[in-house]
């Protein structure tokens, strides 16, 4: 027990000092808060001097709470959630279970047991959850670990539930191999856990390297680097690549009468706009400013244009409404392909720029090929 305890307080201060910065995760805060309710419930099972009830439902009580809380995060980074309903559940069986056996049917063992097996089970449903809700970010040590808890706690429940008195070899046998079991498995818990936190942080990064921050587009770099393998493929399969040089029409005008959240409103709606209707293998980033660039993988200037076309349509007949105020605005969009400039990704941005700039001396909302 003693054992249990040193090895969940060593993971919980980590995970709590990680828990005080001021931007951590949500679920690494319930994660931090779950353990330090399992830890004290396990000092609470180790005490002596209290009634055996308040003794037995402070324990499970708090190490439900714990288990609860854990599962909670575990949820949430799987951006799902657990409701308070199913937290207050997880909570009372166990306190259900230790009254019915220690004031209804006092019975020590089959307290012990089905209060192990319902905490066993409580860790593979965390298994479970991470499995089915983990999207594989660096979750199998943790897995692993909630498995291993979850049989531990259940095979020892089980065996004490079917023989309440043993004491024989066996009986010595199984406690043995749970008490080098659990603390392996905590270990690899709270490492888990800790793993996944950091690969968290890792995407955030990423996301914060590559994606514009207003409008969610790809930034510029992204789009260089993405951009460069889209046409490094495209050239290799033979395949035509098309770029769409986008910007929205007085832009200027609609920050200097409506305000710039109003032109940042415009600006996020164009990029959801053209988002919702890329396929997978299409790129979009914002280039800079009211400037946004397609990447059209497998299209021919013809086809790239009557894409154009239809987006600029769509665009057209759309309003917008932010900070109580109802905005039309429109685009224009220089279109070429590999077919006409090769396969270098700046030299097709800067023909489409260039057929860009044409389409808004011709009159503005229109499309036109360069």
Not at 21 to 40: F, H, P, V
Not at 91 to 115: D, E, I
Not at 266 to 275: A, C, N
Request: proline letters at 2%; glycine letters at 10%; a positive charge.
């Amino acid at each position: 027990m003693l054992v249990q305890i040193a090895f969940t307080l060593l993971t919980t201060g980590l995970l709590i000092s990680a828990a005080l910065y001021t931007d951590s995760l949500k679920e690494q805060r319930l994660w931090a808060m779950g353990n330090i309710a399992s830890c004290l419930g396990l000092a609470l099972g180790a005490a002596t001097g209290l009634p055996d009830l308040v003794h037995a439902c402070l324990s499970y009580g708090v190490m439900g709470l714990g288990l609860a809380l854990i599962l909670r995060g575990l949820r949430i980074f799987g951006r799902q959630e657990l409701g308070i309903g199913w937290m207050v559940g997880i909570v009372l069986v166990p306190l259900a279970v230790t009254a019915y056996f220690t004031l209804v049917q006092p019975s020590l063992p089959a307290r012990l047991a089905l209060t192990g097996m319902y905490f066993g089970v409580l860790n593979w449903v965390c298994a479970a959850t991470l499995l089915r809700h983990g999207n594989g970010h660096g979750v199998s040590v943790t897995v692993v670990g909630f498995v291993a808890l979850g049989v531990s706690l259940f095979v020892r429940g089980g065996y004490l539930l079917v023989n309440p008195q043993a004491s024989d070899q066996a009986a010595m046998e199984i406690m043995n191999f749970t008490l080098f079991v659990i603390p392996l498995g905590q270990v690899c818990v709270m490492f888990g856990l800790i793993l996944m936190v950091v690969r968290r942080y890792a995407e955030r990064l990423r996301m914060l390297s590559t994606i514009d921050a207003l409008t969610g587009a790809l930034n510029r770099a992204a789009l260089e680097l993405q951009g460069q393998r889209i046409m490094q493929r495209a050239r290799q399969g033979l395949r035509s690549v098309a770029v769409v040089m986008i910007d929205a029409d007085h832009f200027k005008q609609i920050n200097d009468s409506f305000g710039h959240p109003v032109g940042d409103e415009v600006l996020r709606h164009l990029s959801v706009l053209l988002m919702g209707q890329l396929r997978p293998n299409d790129l979009l980033a914002r280039y800079g400013g009211e400037e946004f660039v397609l990447v059209l993988d497998g299209l021919n200037s013809t086809s790239a244009v009557n894409v154009a076309e239809r987006l600029r349509q769509l665009v057209e007949q759309a309003t917008v409404t932010a900070e109580g105020q109802s905005v039309r605005y429109t685009v224009s969009m220089g279109v070429t392909s590999s077919g006409i400039h090769g396969y270098n990704l700046m030299q097709l941005i800067s023909a489409a720029d260039a057929a860009m700039y044409e389409a808004k001396r011709a009159g503005r909302n229109r499309v036109h090929s360069g």
